[in-house]
């Protein structure tokens, strides 16, 4: 079964336990560890939420240090989406593209490093993309994109460097070359990646606590 049929299922369990008045307003699947599926609903009602855990035979989960960890997981995966500049990376591809072409007929050694850096994207965009269960290796997954996007970006940066004179008005390739580096660097630091994470520890935790205050009981 895919993930998306499995998220639905999740869903149709939840919507059984609604409350008068409630609806789900988000199903988020995490696996913390040993292969524990956790599916964490989220219901609202009158601006209000609470929140229902279910495992992967969708029936309630009673363990809270594992929907302490599950909710630990999702946080930290939707962090490392921010950092790794996943949520821009489409964006930023078609930047890029519009330098490698301004780039292409009179610098090919800075048109071939915009392609890594486009290259770079990609690969971020494809690993972020979809729905996706909240994992150690997710995590892993995107900090390497991210990793690989930073070398390209450096590369490439010291690529155009090269081609800007001190005082000379730079061409409209080069423009074009640091109008996409402007973008990136409005986007994020993808070479931050570990340290944005690291950061995040103590946010997740505290999101955690409130998840589990608003758990229903089970």
């Known amino acids: 079964m895919s993930l998306e049929l499995e998220l639905e299922a999740a869903r149709d369990a939840a919507e059984s336990l609604a409350g008068d008045g409630e609806q789900v307003a988000a199903v988020m699947a995490s696996e913390p560890g040993l292969a524990a599926r956790v599916y964490l ?14 495992g992967a035979d969708l029936s309630p989960v009673h363990d809270r240090r594992l929907v302490r960890d599950a909710v630990v997981m999702l ?50 965009a494809e690993a972020a993309d979809g729905p996706r269960v909240a994992t150690p290796l ?28 001190p005082g000379a008005a730079p061409s409209g390739a080069v423009e074009a070359a640091w109008r996409a580096l402007g973008v990136a660097a409005g986007a994020g630091d993808p070479s931050q990646f570990s340290h944005s994470m690291t950061a995040t520890t103590a946010a997740a935790e505290a999101l955690a606590d409130d998840v589990l205050e608003r758990l229903r009981p089970v």
Request: charged share 25%; no cysteine.
């Open 41 to 54: 609903i989220a219901f609202e009602a009158d601006g209000e939420h609470s929140y229902l855990a279910l």
């Open 138 to 165: 997710y995590l892993d997954t995107i900090g390497a994109a991210s990793g690989r996007l930073a070398v390209a970006l450096v590369g490439f940066r010291d690529q155009v460097e090269l081609l800007t004179a």
């Open 75 to 124: 946080a930290l995966a939707e962090r490392a989406e921010e950092a790794s500049v996943a949520l821009q990376a489409e964006q930023l591809e078609q930047e890029f593209a519009t330098a490698e072409r301004a780039l292409r007929d009179a610098h090919p050694a800075e048109a071939a490093a915009a392609a890594d850096v486009r290259s770079a994207l990609q690969h971020l």
